[in-house]
């Protein structure tokens, strides 16, 4: 599945590069707009909140952002020290390497029969948690790019009654799970979006607000999260999301730079990105031992489709350029290597286990 979410997402760059869609424009933002509303509730269903022990999310919350912040800050560092990128264009690149993909890492830990490891557990959380870091920093980082105003401020306004109605009325709507639902929610919440900033140029992503209505619906009758999993259709909307995502870009530019040295600059900023999430291999000491804590850093190392909504977002914020050239192939590296990393987690648990077995 990772090896045809990066195929597809080759496959749309290259028809971006190739054909011009400017007249499709609209119709194209809602529907990878609606894809990534589906995608971003579907998140949800991997991620619940204990109300009554709500205080001992603080330290996970930390670290999440840790780990959402630290790969950001590596790539603002090396955008300007290498590329000598302007410092707007470094940060919304930068960004967009924080998010991990929480569907595509829970689907194959879940396949290898890790679901009842600690490491499965903690990456549960922390994947969901730094992925809402990363696309709460977006709106901070328009006001730093655009200027302050008063729809920025209605912005953060929605986000931050977003959130809290996440926690607050959870599992509150008695509302259907099956894929065909979650598409019509996706539907309507993307035509509401699209709806208020039109009316009032109010600046707002589905992200968010998707976040938020796959935590209010609790399912009813036989219908499970997992036993939703795995069909067809959820399969389709994320192939042709990942299509759509790089139909999107804009048209790779590398003025005088060679192919190699652009690719010498992709490994660096893959390496560096992965490196930011490692630094959780220095928390939880007390709970986990270090083969864990090290399992747990590669695999928060997965990017997909959030990774590739932030991405996208940056674009609308004017990200273009050869840094989105070396973002949007590294992003696409990083997908490829997806498989590696999880080798790498199952090979590591795997060892502990039997340590454990033998040294009870």
């Known amino acids: 599945m ?86 707007k264009a470094a940060l919304l690149a930068g ?23 600690w490491v499965f557990k903690k990456a549960r959380v922390l994947a969901v948690l730094d992925d809402l870091v990363a696309l709460m920093l977006l709106t901070p980082l328009e006001i730093i790019i655009h200027g302050f105003e008063w729809r920025a401020l209605a912005a953060i306004a929605f986000i931050v009654l977003f959130l809290w109605a ?41 992200l968010i607000p998707a976040f938020m209505w796959g935590c209010l619906v609790k399912g009813h009758g036989q219908e499970t999260p997992v036993e939703a999993q795995g ?8 192939c042709v999301f990942m299509f759509l995502v790089g139909l999107s870009f804009p048209k790779i530019v590398l003025g005088q730079i060679s192919w190699t040295t652009t690719m010498l600059h992709v490994l660096a900023l893959t390496i560096l990105a992965n490196l930011g999430k490692m630094a959780l291999v220095f928390c939880y000491a007390k709970e986990a031992s270090f083969k864990e804590r090290l399992a747990l850093g590669v695999a928060m190392f997965p990017r997909g489709e959030v990774g590739a909504a932030v991405l996208l977002i940056g674009i609308g914020y004017g990200l273009a350029g050869y840094e989105n050239t070396l973002a949007v192939l590294s992003l696409a590296f990083n997908l490829i290597l997806t498989g590696v990393f999880i080798w790498i987690v199952i090979s590591l648990l795997t060892k502990e286990t039997k340590n454990l077995s033998t040294n009870p």
């Open 95 to 117: 960004l967009s390497s924080a998010p991990t993909s929480a569907g595509v890492l829970f689907a194959m830990l879940g396949a290898a029969g890790l679901g009842a490891t």
């Open 2 to 87: 990772v090896i045809l979410f990066s195929f597809l997402l080759l496959i749309g760059i290259a028809a971006g590069q190739l054909l011009d869609l400017a007249f499709l424009h609209q119709a194209l933002s809602f529907l990878t707009a609606a894809c990534l509303a589906y995608i971003m509730m579907e998140v949800r269903l991997d991620f619940s909140v204990e109300k009554r022990s709500i205080r001992s999310y603080g330290w996970d919350f930390a670290i999440a952002s840790m780990a959402a912040i630290l790969p950001a800050l590596l790539w603002l560092v090396y955008f300007i020290a290498q590329t000598q990128s302007p410092v």
């Open 166 to 206: 996440s926690f607050k009325w959870q599992n509150a709507l008695k509302l259907p799970l099956a894929k065909e639902w979650f598409v019509l929610y996706a539907l309507i919440l993307t035509s509401v979006i699209f709806l208020i900033r039109s009316t009032t140029n109010i600046h707002l992503e589905v």
């Open 231 to 238: 069909t067809v259709l959820d399969t389709l909307i994320k």
